[in-house]
């Protein structure tokens, strides 16, 4: 386990024993959060299977993707159209 991983992990550790007392301060709330958003990014970056740094590389690879995936409904449409034109050509 890397050194920052492990500084991470007891971070979170100890916020968590702070979240579950009755301290809850609002400089808490804001190191919670900040971890919060670094574990969807992780996470995010996990499920990917990509290794992108910041979440603009990321945007644009889910961006990307979605593309794809709108361009591939499509996909029997258009296939449907040519065959059909072809047809009409024969």
């Known amino acids: 386990m890397t050194k920052k991983l492990r500084r991470y992990i007891g971070s ?3 916020l968590t024993l702070k979240y579950n007392g009755a301290e809850k301060s609002e400089d808490d709330k804001k190191e919670r959060n900040k971890y919060v958003a670094v574990d969807e990014g992780m996470r995010t970056r996990r ?3 990509v290794e992108a740094e910041s979440l603009d590389v990321l945007q644009d690879i ?4 979605m ?8 996909l029997p449409l258009v296939l ?6 072809l047809k009409r050509s024969e």
């Open 12 to 14: 979170t550790k100890q």
């Open 47 to 49: 499920l990917l299977g």
């Open 62 to 65: 889910l961006g990307d993707r």
């Open 67 to 74: 593309r794809l995936r709108r361009r591939l409904q499509r």
């Open 80 to 85: 449907e159209q040519i065959q059909l034109f």
